[in-house]
């Protein structure tokens, strides 16, 4: 349902990523757009991307309560069977979210920050090259 507000974070960041012109030719193949949850798919085409929240908690307790902000770690891994795609998805990915500020589908994010980035090599009976960012997000969750 198009109209359906967005309520997770996880899927705000799909829409994000989505906005970006070239993460989009990047992943893009017949109007199926390869970004999946935890759990890449199987037989799914690369390149692909993985999204999985790491940990959550709320934001610092203010005198009056709840701050009404969570902070939220993501672990965003890029798939590729070619080394120069996956770089470049990477470098897509980065530039589209670290020290962003802004909505994330229907949430508000005061800060996107990348945390740390890891090369896991070739994996898997596919050999696909993998990489993956971890990205805190401080953010105001719909209520």
Known sequence: MP???????????????????????????????RWYGATLEQNSTLPAVTVQQISGADAA????????????RYQITVWSTCRPKLVQLTWAINRRFHNFRGRMGGIEVQRAAKLGQMDMGQNGPRNAYMR??????LYR???
């Open 3 to 33: 109209n359906q507000p967005i309520e997770d974070l996880a899927e705000g960041i799909r829409a994000h990523a989505l906005g970006a012109p070239d993460i989009q030719a990047l992943l893009s193949d017949d109007e199926l757009f």
């Open 61 to 72: 307790e203010t005198h009056q309560g709840h701050s009404g902000l969570e902070v939220a």
């Open 132 to 137: 993956a960012l971890d990205f805190s997000f």
């Open 141 to 143: 969750p719909p209520l």
